[in-house]
């Protein structure tokens, strides 16, 4: 009798699972809370650092989808833990009893609202990352006029004690120079500037970008964070920051602020956590069984982690997460049999 | 700006505020700064809305000029603040109002140290027994006399005879509201709407018919700072902060600056006269200057006080402007006469700014 | 006029908007290299001239971007162009020619 595989989140980490776990030949169900599959990815635009439409991988996860049970608009309602399998009530009235449980809950995009001295939602002129992505997508942004000064800020809510995230992000550093290339594309005559603390350009191609940034697109980067936003009478916004490198106070005006909101652990994968009592690590994300041999595996059998469940990564590594944690079940399945 | 991102940010920051029955503490320098000022708002909270405010004459200093000034060590001042704590106890009062910023960030700051180090809060207790011979407490709600004229704005608004408008246009005063640092700044949960978009006075603005300006350099220092008035050398540094904002503010054209600091307003209306004599520069209409006031004048402004009674006559800047857009009556013959008549003398007049 | 005994104080603050981009531009225009600086200090490191006066080309660099051409110039006036800056750099920049246009364009008054 085939196994009962179930998938909880159904952004990238979740669908590529499903594809990988169906075609090893076991029972799939896959829940998302949200109307549509993708997670953040069906809301951005194009990936760093070549710039590939998101789209794409999004149509190539889905493809593989195909005749995967599935379940959109649906949350976990609540578990029971029986000796080898789980009891799952799902908020669609539906009952599964689960072999294996992989959590591919994600992540939330860190508020931005909560940097109060950065005036998100206050001030005319500033938004996010994920709000560049969407104008991007629709091209439909009140809040972006032709600006002829851009500035992005990395960091916003990571590596940032005050919010209570100590930890990097990860990703904000390429996304913010990927889309600080976009912005001057779309507005050649603007001025563009990152406001960075440490630029952390770790993955292949990425250095490329940051130096295509530089030469191509003559994007100015100043090392200091950015310690207050304020409004011009003329609505644009007035920037303080440190020039770290000439230790020396700066101001800026400019028209369009960009905050790189980081990541934060998901609400939703921390209330399935506590269902299934997980530990997490003083970063919030999910702590695995092992640090090194067993990143897929929680310390409770049966129970699978894949993405930024256990902590920010990019989207390749997510992906391969996906992979691996579809072999870890498979052998897991193997074993209990 | 989005008025409604404050309106959200407002509703995070707000902090309970009793009704009645304060045991109140007054600042050491308001009184010669703004000599109405505390005068004011025993009247309008005692005699107009009624409350119980008490005070007495054996309070102190809270030692805050000292303490900030490198003069006293901390541990001297928890104890000079232990002794004001403990007779609002004696005289049967848990709430505790001051009328002072500094002292309003130096009591949060004290009971939060002690909330934190409960061996040195015995230590204080002991401090104050041994000195006094006083029974230790702290009080149950600490707060600024600004919370509270916030939390009655609305019933001051209901007996207002004029408003924050100007009566011939029928528009809104447009008014900056400047913020003690120590108000909110080291504990935003403290303060009536945290510290980035206090809300403090810009209610009271909002309830008394004016606009809020939110400028630029809104958010910094007066330049006061203690160590930076007191000695003469660092005093271009105070002013050059004063400047700094008058810059800032200058293209919205405010009619008025409102403050709840006891420093604030006192540089930022005396420093518009360095300003005008050594850059020939002023910020109002007609080589006047923007009136800088503490709540409680602005306060009893509305409540329709005589101007001189509220002491506007001892500021730098002539509140005559704003007196005339608010449409308040007052008699410039009277400006410097005292009670019963007396004459103060008159200052001299300035060229440089009115 | 009134001596007060102090005056307002002089700012040390970089005012990106009072910045004049011309002479940026045209240094960017005929050295393309020169964006690509990413502050790393090699060249400041290795220079000759820098062990005994303030000389460094990322300071120059920088100073050029936030307006301050004077500064750029003082940063270079004791270069003695041997080019140990131009062996260092890992972004590849001729530092050397670089120093020598921003002579040229900076110095014309």
Redesign the interface.
Request: glycine residues 8%; negative net charge.
């Given at each position: 009798m085939k196994k009962n595989v179930l998938i909880i989140g159904g952004g990238p980490a979740g669908m590529e699972a499903a594809h990988q776990i169906n075609k090893l030949g076991h029972n799939v169900i896959l829940i998302e809370k949200e109307h549509d599959l993708g997670g953040h990815l069906a809301k951005w635009d194009r990936l760093f650092p070549t710039g590939r439409n998101a789209r794409e991988v999004l149509d190539t996860l889905k493809e593989n989808m195909k005749g995967i049970n599935c379940f959109t608009d649906t949350e976990v309602k609540s578990i029971n833990i029986l000796k080898e399998s789980y009891n799952v009530i799902l908020s669609n009235g539906i009952t599964i009893l689960a072999d294996a449980v992989l959590i591919s809950s994600g992540f939330d995009l860190f508020d931005a609202?909560k940097k109060?001295?950065y005036?998100?939602?206050?001030?005319?002129h500033v938004i996010t990352n994920a709000d560049l992505e969407k104008y991007y997508k629709t091209h439909n942004d009140e809040r972006i006029k032709n600006p002829k000064r851009i500035g992005f800020v990395h960091c916003v809510g990571s590596r940032d004690e005050k919010v209570g995230n100590i930890a990097c992000s990860k990703v904000c550093c390429a996304t913010a120079v990927k889309q600080a290339c976009e912005i001057k594309e779309e507005f050649k005559d603007a001025?563009v500037?990152c406001f960075y603390m440490d630029?952390r350009m770790f993955g292949r191609g990425y250095e490329d970008l940051?130096?295509k940034a530089?030469?191509e697109y003559?994007i100015?980067?100043i090392?200091g964070r950015v310690s207050?936003v304020?409004?011009?009478?003329d609505?644009s916004l007035?920037i303080k920051a440190e020039?770290t490198?000439?230790s020396?106070?700066?101001?800026?005006?400019l028209d369009l602020l960009v905050l790189m909101a980081g990541m934060r652990p998901s609400k939703s994968g921390n209330d399935i956590g506590k269902m299934l009592e997980l530990s997490t690590m003083e970063d919030g994300f999910f702590n695995t069984k092992d640090d090194f041999n067993n990143l897929q595996q929680s310390k409770r059998p049966g129970v699978f982690y894949a993405g930024v469940a256990t902590g920010p990564k990019t989207l390749p590594e997510t992906l391969n997460e996906a992979r691996s944690a579809a072999l870890e079940i498979h052998n897991y399945l193997a074993e209990t049999l | 700006m989005i008025y409604e991102g404050k309106q959200k940010i407002w509703s995070d920051y707000q902090k309970e505020i009793p009704d009645d029955h304060y045991f109140y503490v007054r600042s050491c320098i308001r009184q010669s700064f703004f000599p109405a000022s505390e005068a004011a708002f025993l009247h309008i909270t005692r005699n107009i809305l009624n409350k119980d405010i008490f005070e007495t004459e054996h309070h102190t200093t809270c030692g805050g000029i000292a303490y900030h000034s490198d003069a006293i060590p901390q541990e001297t001042a928890m104890t000079i603040i232990a002794r004001q704590f403990a007779l609002m106890k004696k005289y049967g009062y848990e709430n505790y109002v001051c009328s002072c910023i500094t002292s309003f960030g130096l009591y949060c700051e004290t009971m939060e140290t002690w909330r934190e180090f409960p061996d040195l809060k015995e230590k204080i207790a002991e401090n104050l027994w041994k000195s006094c011979k006083l029974e230790f407490a702290v009080p149950k709600f600490l707060v600024h006399a600004s919370d509270m004229i916030y939390k009655y704005r609305n019933q001051i608004a209901a007996h207002a005879k004029f408003k924050l408008v100007d009566h011939k246009t029928g528009k809104p005063l447009k008014v900056v509201e400047h913020i003690g640092c120590h108000y909110s700044k080291m504990f935003p949960s403290k303060g009536v709407g945290g510290a980035e978009y206090p809300y403090v006075l810009a209610g009271m603005i909002e309830a008394w018919g004016g606009e809020v300006v939110d400028y630029p350099e809104r958010r910094h220092c007066c330049g006061f700072g203690f160590r930076q008035y007191f000695v003469k050398s660092n005093r271009g540094y105070s002013l050059s902060n004063t400047y700094k904002k008058f810059e800032s503010m200058e293209p919205y054209e405010p009619d008025l600056i409102i403050t709840n600091c006891p420093g604030c307003p006192y540089f930022m209306d005396r420093w518009q006269y360095v300003i005008a004599e050594s850059e020939g520069k002023t910020y109002g209409k007609n080589g006047h200057g923007i009136p800088v006031m503490t709540y409680e004048e602005v306060a009893g402004l509305v409540l329709g006080f005589d101007p001189w009674d509220l002491g506007l006559q001892t500021h730098q800047i002539g509140p005559e402007p704003l007196l005339d857009k608010m449409g308040i009556p007052y008699n410039p013959e009277e400006k410097y006469k005292g009670k019963n008549g007396k004459d103060l003398g008159q200052p001299r007049q300035l060229d440089c700014i009115r | 006029m009134i001596d007060f005994g102090f005056k307002l104080s002089p700012s040390s603050r970089i005012d990106l908007d009072k910045v004049d981009r011309t002479l940026l531009k045209r240094i960017a225009d005929m050295e393309p290299d020169f964006k690509k600086c990413m502050a790393c200090g090699s060249c400041s490191a290795t220079c000759s001239a820098g062990a005994y006066k303030a000389t460094s080309m990322r300071r120059a660099i920088l100073a050029l971007q936030n307006g301050l051409t004077n500064k750029a110039l003082e940063e270079l006036e004791s270069c003695m162009l041997c080019g140990k800056c131009t062996l260092v750099c890992p972004r590849g920049i001729n530092t050397r020619h670089l120093i020598l246009s921003i002579q040229k364009i900076c110095g014309e008054k």
């Open positions: 609202h109060e001295e005036g998100y939602g206050i001030y005319d001025e500037i630029l940051y130096l530089q030469k003559g100015r980067f090392r207050e304020s409004e011009n009478i609505k007035q020039d490198l000439s020396k106070p700066m101001k800026v005006s | - | -």
